[in-house]
C-alpha cells in the first residue's frame, strides 16, 4: 500500500515544494516594487504634488499597507511553520519537573511558539494547573502567550524596525516572567474554581500526530489565510487613519499631552489601551504616527502592551476557572508592570 | 450509528468544526448524533487543551485547529469500518 502510494506523493511534494519556492520569489519582487510604485502612483499617475499634505499620505497609504500586508503573510507563514513543531501538549510536558523561577522563564518563552488562542485559555490553564504545573509558572505562560503575538510583532518591525520590536518581545517576555513569579509567591491556590482542583482528566487518550512537510506547510498556509483575512481592514483603516496624520499634523504638536514630561501619559494610556483589544492590528499604526509627533516611545509601548495584553473578552473567559481576587489581581499586576515599563522606557530612552 | 463529539465552549471555530461535522455526515449519508460538550470537565476527560477538539466514537481524532472536509470524510469512514 505504502509502495503504491509514493511515488504519486513525492511527485506531489515536488509540486509543492516549486510552488512555495515560487510564491517566495514572487514575494520578494513585490517587497521590491512597493516604494517605486506607490510613488509612481501617487506623484505620477495621480499626479501629486510632492511636497503637499495630500500628496505625502497617499504615498504613505499606498506604501505602508501593501509593505505590511506582506510582511504579515509572509511572517505568519514563517511562525505557523514553527509552531507545528511545539502544541500545549508538548509544552506543558516540558514544564512538568521545573520550579518556579526557572519555570517562569521557560513558560513565557513557550509562550512565544506554543499556537494558542484566547478561547482556549481555559481547557489549557486547567490542563496546566492539573498536571500540577505552580500557578504562577501557567500565569507567566498565560501573559506571554497572548501579548507576544505574531501580528503585532510583525507590524511592529515593518512599522518601527526591528529595535522596537525586539524591546517589545524583551519587554512582553519580562514582564510575563515577574507578573507570573508574583503572583506565584502571593499563594492564591484557594482563588483558583474549586471544580478545577477535581478534574481527572482522561490520561490515557493523547493524539501524537506524525506531521510531513507537506502537512505543516499546509497549516501554515491556512493559518495564514485566516489570520490576514481576519486583520487586513483594520491594518488598512489604521494605516489610512495613520497616513492621514503623518501628511497634516505638524511634528511636536502632541510631544505636550503625549511626551515623556506629562507623567500621567503612561497610566491614562493604558487605561485607554484596555477596551480596544480587537483593534491592535489597527492600532499600531497609528500609534507609529504618534510617536513621529511628538509622543514618546515608553508611553506609546505601554499603550500598545495595553492594547494587546490586557483584553476584556479574555478576563471573562478567565473568569470561569479564577475566581475574583485572583482574577483582579492577575490583571492588576500586568497592569501595573506595563505602567512601570512605560515611565522605565520614557525615562532611559 | 456514530457517535461524533464536538469539544467547545461555542467559539467560532467550533462552529465551524460543528457545520463540517454535519456536512460529512450528510454527504456519507450515514447515521451519526453529532454532540456539543461544553462544559470543561467533560471536555478535558479528553485531555484536549485547545479547543475546538473533535472526538468520534469516543476516540479523539483532532484538536486545536478546524480539520478539512477530507479529513473528517477519513475519520467517520475509518470508525464506520471498525465498528
Same mark, same amino acid.
Given at each position: 500500500?505504502?509502495?503504491?502510494?509514493?511515488?504519486?506523493?513525492?511527485?506531489?511534494?515536488?509540486?509543492?515544494?516549486?510552488?512555495?519556492?515560487?510564491?517566495?520569489?514572487?514575494?520578494?519582487?513585490?517587497?521590491?516594487?512597493?516604494?517605486?510604485? %506607490?510613488?509612481?502612483?501617487?506623484?505620477?499617475?495621480?499626479?501629486?504634488?510632492?511636497?503637499?499634505? $495630500?500628496?505625502?499620505?497617499?504615498? *504613505? *497609504? !499606498?506604501?505602508?499597507?501593501?509593505?505590511?500586508?506582506?510582511?504579515?503573510?509572509?511572517?505568519?507563514?514563517?511562525?505557523?511553520?514553527?509552531?507545528?513543531? *511545539?502544541?500545549?501538549?508538548?509544552?506543558?510536558?516540558?514544564?512538568?519537573? #521545573?520550579?518556579?523561577?526557572?519555570?517562569?522563564? *521557560?513558560?513565557?518563552?513557550?509562550?512565544?511558539?506554543?499556537? $494558542?488562542?484566547?478561547?482556549?485559555?481555559?481547557?489549557?490553564?486547567?490542563?496546566?494547573?492539573?498536571?500540577?504545573?505552580?500557578?504562577?509558572?501557567?500565569?507567566?505562560?498565560?501573559? %506571554?502567550?497572548?501579548?507576544?503575538?505574531?501580528?503585532?510583532?510583525?507590524?511592529?518591525?515593518?512599522?518601527?524596525?526591528?529595535?522596537?520590536?525586539?524591546?517589545?518581545?524583551?519587554?512582553?517576555?519580562?514582564?510575563?516572567?515577574?507578573?507570573?513569579?508574583?503572583?506565584?509567591?502571593?499563594?492564591?491556590?484557594?482563588?483558583?474554581?474549586?471544580?478545577?482542583?477535581?478534574?481527572?482528566?482522561?490520561?490515557?487518550? =493523547?493524539?501524537?500526530?506524525?506531521?510531513?512537510?507537506?502537512?505543516?506547510?499546509?497549516?501554515?498556509?491556512?493559518?495564514?489565510?485566516?489570520?490576514?483575512?481576519?486583520?487586513?481592514?483594520?491594518?488598512?483603516?489604521?494605516?489610512?487613519?495613520?497616513?492621514?496624520?503623518?501628511?497634516?499634523?505638524?511634528?511636536?504638536?502632541?510631544?505636550?499631552?503625549?511626551?515623556?514630561?506629562?507623567?500621567?501619559?503612561?497610566?491614562?494610556?493604558?487605561?485607554?489601551?484596555?477596551?480596544?483589544?480587537?483593534?491592535?492590528?489597527?492600532?499600531?499604526?497609528?500609534?507609529?504616527?504618534?510617536?513621529? #509627533?511628538?509622543?514618546?516611545?515608553?508611553?506609546?509601548?505601554?499603550?500598545?502592551?495595553?492594547?494587546?495584553?490586557?483584553?476584556?473578552?479574555?478576563?471573562?473567559?478567565?473568569?470561569?476557572?479564577?475566581?475574583?481576587?485572583?482574577?483582579? =489581581?492577575?490583571?492588576?499586576?500586568?497592569?501595573?508592570?506595563?505602567?512601570?515599563?512605560?515611565? !522605565?522606557?520614557?525615562?532611559?530612552? | 450509528?456514530?457517535?461524533? /463529539?464536538?469539544?467547545?465552549?461555542?467559539?467560532?471555530?467550533?462552529?465551524?468544526?460543528?457545520?463540517?461535522?454535519?456536512?460529512?455526515?450528510?454527504? @456519507?449519508?450515514?447515521?451519526?448524533?453529532?454532540?456539543?460538550?461544553?462544559?470543561? +470537565?467533560?471536555?478535558? /476527560?479528553?485531555?484536549?487543551?485547545? &479547543? +475546538?477538539? @473533535?472526538?468520534?466514537?469516543? /476516540? @479523539?481524532?483532532?484538536?486545536?485547529?478546524? +480539520? &478539512? @472536509?477530507?479529513?473528517? &470524510?477519513?475519520?467517520?469512514?475509518?470508525?464506520?469500518?471498525?465498528?
Amino acid at each position: 500500500m505504502t509502495t503504491l502510494t509514493s511515488p504519486s506523493l513525492s511527485h506531489s511534494n515536488k509540486r509543492l515544494y516549486v510552488t512555495l519556492g515560487l510564491a517566495v520569489l514572487a514575494w520578494l519582487i513585490a517587497y521590491n516594487l512597493i516604494q517605486p510604485l %506607490a510613488d509612481w502612483i501617487a506623484y505620477t499617475a495621480l499626479g501629486l504634488a510632492r511636497d503637499s499634505h $495630500f500628496g505625502e499620505s497617499v504615498a *504613505f *497609504f !499606498l506604501y505602508d499597507v501593501p509593505k505590511i500586508l506582506l510582511l504579515l503573510s509572509g511572517m505568519v507563514f514563517a511562525i505557523s511553520i514553527i509552531r507545528t513543531f *511545539f502544541s500545549p501538549e508538548r509544552t506543558r510536558a516540558l514544564l512538568g519537573g #521545573k520550579r518556579e523561577g526557572v519555570g517562569n522563564v *521557560f513558560a513565557a518563552m513557550l509562550g512565544i511558539v506554543t499556537p $494558542f488562542c484566547s478561547c482556549s485559555a481555559v481547557p489549557l490553564f486547567i490542563g496546566f494547573v492539573e498536571s500540577g504545573i505552580p500557578l504562577g509558572v501557567t500565569f507567566s505562560f498565560l501573559i %506571554a502567550a497572548p501579548t507576544i503575538n505574531e501580528v503585532a510583532v510583525v507590524m511592529l518591525f515593518g512599522l518601527f524596525g526591528w529595535k522596537v520590536a525586539g524591546l517589545y518581545v524583551a519587554t512582553g517576555l519580562v514582564i510575563a516572567i515577574l507578573a507570573g513569579f508574583i503572583i506565584g509567591r502571593m499563594k492564591m491556590e484557594r482563588y483558583v474554581e474549586d471544580f478545577v482542583w477535581q478534574i481527572k482528566s482522561g490520561a490515557g487518550q =493523547t493524539l501524537d500526530e506524525k506531521l510531513t512537510w507537506a502537512d505543516r506547510i499546509e497549516r501554515a498556509r491556512l493559518s495564514v489565510k485566516e489570520i490576514v483575512g481576519k486583520v487586513w481592514l483594520y491594518v488598512v483603516v489604521g494605516i489610512a487613519i495613520g497616513a492621514g496624520i503623518h501628511g497634516y499634523v505638524p511634528e511636536d504638536a502632541l510631544a505636550s499631552i503625549l511626551g515623556a514630561q506629562a507623567w500621567w501619559s503612561v497610566p491614562v494610556a493604558v487605561l485607554i489601551g484596555i477596551p480596544l483589544y480587537s483593534n491592535a492590528a489597527g492600532m499600531i499604526p497609528i500609534v507609529g504616527v504618534l510617536i513621529e #509627533k511628538g509622543a514618546s516611545l515608553g508611553t506609546a509601548l505601554a499603550f500598545m502592551m495595553s492594547v494587546i495584553g490586557l483584553s476584556l473578552p479574555e478576563a471573562v473567559i478567565l473568569r470561569r476557572v479564577l475566581k475574583m481576587p485572583l482574577l483582579v =489581581t492577575f490583571f492588576g499586576v500586568i497592569a501595573i508592570a506595563i505602567i512601570l515599563t512605560g515611565y !522605565l522606557f520614557n525615562w532611559i530612552l | 450509528m456514530l457517535t461524533i /463529539k464536538v469539544l467547545g465552549s461555542g467559539c467560532a471555530n467550533c462552529k465551524r468544526v460543528e457545520q463540517i461535522a454535519h456536512k460529512v455526515v450528510d454527504e @456519507l449519508g450515514i447515521e451519526a448524533e453529532i454532540v456539543k460538550v461544553t462544559e470543561y +470537565p467533560e471536555i478535558m /476527560k479528553y485531555n484536549v487543551m485547545s &479547543t +475546538p477538539g @473533535l472526538v468520534v466514537n469516543e /476516540k @479523539l481524532v483532532s484538536y486545536g485547529r478546524i +480539520p &478539512t @472536509l477530507a479529513e473528517v &470524510t477519513t475519520w467517520l469512514a475509518d470508525a464506520l469500518q471498525a465498528a
